[in-house]
């Protein structure tokens, strides 16, 4: 079972979460983190609800309480109101370069036996060439929608 962190809230930390609660002008997601952690408190001052009573009250999950107390008592208090950025980048599959290549195959000769390129034989064509390891008709299309190429 993941280890249970036990807050306890100075009385500067208290004032602090109990000013961005009340100023009406703090985003939802660290008004609700906010006040999650005043329920949270065990001090003498706190409340100190259960996290399954906090999460009914508040409508998150208990997950969420749980992940939110361990980042207050490892990061402390700021780090618990802001998330995290992600570090994880997106993998960039089809860039500019795609896009010139196969702005520059549309604008070729069809293929013997064609009189134009249609979708699908760009797409063969592209993975012919190895452009791309692989890549779909809607890819395509929406490639050639952005450069405003027709294949008609």
Known sequence: MAPRYKVTLTKE????????????????????HARALLL??????????????????????PRTIEHLKQRFVEEGLAS?????????VPPVTFDGAF???????????APAG?????????????????IAASVSTMTIQRSLKKTNLSLT
Do not use: H, M, Q
């Open 13 to 32: 930390e208290r004032g602090e979460l109990e000013a961005l609660t009340r100023n009406g002008k703090t985003a939802a997601p660290k008004f609700i």
């Open 40 to 61: 949270c408190d065990a001090g003498e001052s706190g409340p100190g609800w259960k996290v399954a009573d906090i999460a009914e009250a508040l409508g998150i999950t």
């Open 99 to 109: 896009d010139a290549r196969l702005t520059a195959l549309a604008c070729s000769a």
């Open 80 to 88: 618990a109101l802001v998330r995290k950025p992600s570090t994880r």
């Open 114 to 130: 064609r009189s134009r390129w249609t979708v699908r034989l760009l797409a063969e064509k592209v993975v012919e060439l190895n």
